[in-house]
Nanobody, 124 residues
Framework: QVQLVESGGGLVQPGGSLRLSCAAS????????MGWFRQAPGKEREFVAF????????HYSDSVKGRFTISRDPAKTTMYLQMNSLKPEHAAVYYC?????????????????WGQGTQVNVTS
């Protein structure tokens, strides 16, 4: 069974940067894609970005294009999210997920495995 563990969250000032990591463990790990979502208090879990595991192709939500970068290291079975020029509205719990197919890849329902989340706070 696959386990996902996020890390790298924390408190940052507006304009700052953070790099989140999502490490996968398990006997075999070969998802179709992995994705990042975020959830702010009182809001639904929101798609941020996904990366296709086999070739690294990426897709971002319009709200983070040009500001966030998703990447992965297959040898380490780890995915990353580099977040730059952070704003207070980016504060949320960030979750990583693993998906077995392209179906509903932009929605949380398309992911069968999730990490526990890592908190990102952006405040001066």
């Amino acid at each position: 069974q696959v386990q996902l563990v996020e890390s790298g969250g924390g408190l940052v000032q507006p304009g700052g940067s953070l790099r989140l990591s999502c490490a996968a463990s398990g006997r075999t790990f070969s998802p179709y894609a992995m994705g990042w979502f975020r959830q702010a208090p009182g809001k639904e879990r929101e798609f941020v970005a996904f990366i296709r595991w086999i070739d690294g192709n990426t897709h971002y939500s319009d709200s983070v294009k040009g500001r966030f970068t998703i990447s992965r290291d297959p040898a380490k079975t780890t995915m990353y999210l580099q977040m730059n020029s952070l704003k207070p509205e980016h504060a949320a719990v960030y979750y990583c997920g693993a998906s077995a197919s392209l179906d509903r890849i932009d929605y949380s329902g398309g992911y069968g495995c999730w990490g526990q989340g890592t908190q990102v706070n952006v405040t001066s």
